[in-house]
């Protein structure tokens, strides 16, 4: 191959003898015929050292013979080589070398000699290791964290991810960072743009998450925003940035469970002590009622006496000062009666205190072998009332529609209990496949004192009178259904506008 006439051969060499890339120049066996100045400096080798000698020289054992094998089977094929090979400096020391080996094929078309180029890359290849350990050993990190972890660009796409991340996916849909940010904006409003307008970092934020059918899930959410340098050519001069958001996500279910069993056990001792300050009531009551009875015969017994005997006054005066003294001690008995306890109003939705007493009651249904059927309203318009008064009055009415299924001793068990919304109120009924209630007591079983029970099983005939008069302090309905064939049914009508 000829220069061509405008460029000496001179510029050939000098370009050569001052190019920044190790050149050497070998013979069809490699052995070296020229090295220029950059093979010296970075082999430490001077050309009269290595003329002569094979580039063998340089290899070094580590080396595997297959990257020979196939450097020179392409070598073979008249074509070019690249690659990296570990070579040793003349003083023992060993280097990675970026090597580039063309065939120089003369007119014949046999290869006469070999050109070979090449770099030391060793710093570059420490690099690219120590590079790609931190990123293995941060992604081993934040696979092995045990918060979700996601990574988002401008766009909100995933872009990185760990596995307890990917364990959600099932949980809460294909993408849950969509649904863990749409929790966080649902929940923050305007704070939660304000925040990524300003790139200021979210922490401690609990989610809920609401599935059908199924328990909500409950995180606790942190979110960061970083930026991150452009790295493609265009940005080179002009430099660009990326932004990103960073999520993590720990679940607390089981936090929350457990905050859930103690405001359940908490509930139910309250709703155990009122029963038992209840119970004290209905038996003070019941007390009162059966000693009013004799004492009004008494006192019509003394008046009677006293037109019928004008001079008895002895007589009249022993009655007279035991009703006196009855009379007293009944009010004593009846101021003892402890009073309702006040309760504090609050908006309320039904669906939730009627899921707080089916929690309450479960080991009560378990026991009895009572399938519940719950079918609550999708969306129920909450009512002011009482939460530990309705939860006693919904109890109430599920423990005696246990108690009518026990006595029935029915193969089948079952309690429907379900809300609808209505123009001004809510409504709830509970149906039960008990014996169910005849039309001449429908109104009889909500007087006091009235029961089918019989007061020798520990029953006064107050529980469904208490009920009512629960929901009558509500401004609400109570009655059976007289119509209802399988059972019992129940309805309570709660106005949204009640005062208890």
């Known amino acids: 191959m000829s220069a061509p006439p405008d460029l000496p ?10 190019a920044a890339l190790a050149i050497s120049i070998t013979d069809a066996q490699a052995n070296i015929l020229y090295a220029n100045p950059a093979f010296e400096r970075v082999t430490g080798y001077d050309a009269a050292q290595v003329v002569g000698h094979n580039e063998s020289l340089l290899s070094y054992k580590v080396t595997p013979k297959l990257v020979y094998e196939t450097l020179w089977a ?169 932004h990103y958001l960073l999520l993590t996500a720990q679940s607390i279910d089981e936090i929350k469970r457990q905050q859930e069993a103690l405001r359940i056990n908490s509930l139910s001792a309250l709703l155990a002590e009122q029963e038992r300050i209840q119970g004290l009531r209905e038996t003070l009551a019941g007390a009162v009622f059966q000693l009013e009875g004799p004492l009004n015969i008494l006192a019509a ?64 249904l378990l026991g009895a072998g009572v399938i519940v059927e719950w079918n609550p309203a999708p969306e129920l318009p909450r009512i002011p009332g009482g939460a530990t008064q309705l939860a006693a009055l919904f109890r109430q009415l599920l423990a005696n529609a246990i108690e009518a299924m026990n006595e029935r001793r029915a193969e089948e068990r079952i309690v429907r209990l379900t809300t609808l919304p209505r123009a001004d109120h809510v409504e709830v009924t509970l149906e039960d496949t008990g014996p169910g209630i005849p039309a001449e007591w429908r109104y009889k079983v909500f007087e006091p004192f009235f029961t089918t029970k019989g007061a020798e099983r520990g029953h006064l005939g107050m529980g469904l009178s208490m009920a009512q008069d629960t929901v009558a302090r509500h401004g609400g309905l109570m009655d059976i259904d007289p119509d209802y064939p399988q059972g019992c049914r129940v309805r309570v009508q709660l106005p949204t506008g009640a005062r208890p």
């Open 9 to 18: 051969h001179q510029v050939f060499r000098q370009a050569v003898e001052q």
């Open 301 to 364: 017994a003394v008046n009677m006496q006293a037109r019928r005997r004008e001079g008895e006054e002895s007589t009249d005066i022993v009655l007279e000062t035991a009703l006196r003294d009855s009379r007293a001690a009944l009010d004593t008995l009846r101021a003892s009666i402890p009073d309702q306890t006040a309760e504090a109003v609050q908006p309320l939705n039904l669906n939730e205190v009627l899921r707080d007493v089916l929690k309450m009651s479960t080991p009560a």
């Open 74 to 242: 392409q070598l073979k094929r008249q074509r070019a080589w690249n690659g990296l090979l570990v070579n040793r400096r003349r003083d023992g020391s060993r280097y990675l070398a970026d090597l580039t080996i063309t065939p120089v094929v003369d007119a014949e078309g046999h290869t006469s000699h070999f050109l070979g180029m090449h770099r030391d890359v060793t710093e570059v290849h420490r690099l690219e290791r120590q590079v790609s350990n931190h990123k293995a050993l941060i992604e081993s990190v934040v696979d092995a964290a045990q918060v979700a972890i996601c990574l988002l660009d401008e766009r909100d796409r995933v872009v990185l991810d760990n596995q307890e991340y990917k364990k959600l996916i099932g949980a809460l849909g294909s993408e849950p960072a969509s649904t863990l940010l749409t929790g966080l904006r649902e929940q923050m409003g305007a704070e939660f743009d304000q925040a990524r307008a300003r790139r200021r970092a979210i922490s401690h934020r609990e989610v809920r998450v609401e599935r059908p059918g199924q328990p909500p899930r409950w995180f606790v959410c942190a979110v960061s925003w970083f930026e991150e340098q452009d790295v493609s050519a265009d940005a080179f001069y002009e430099p660009a940035r990326h």
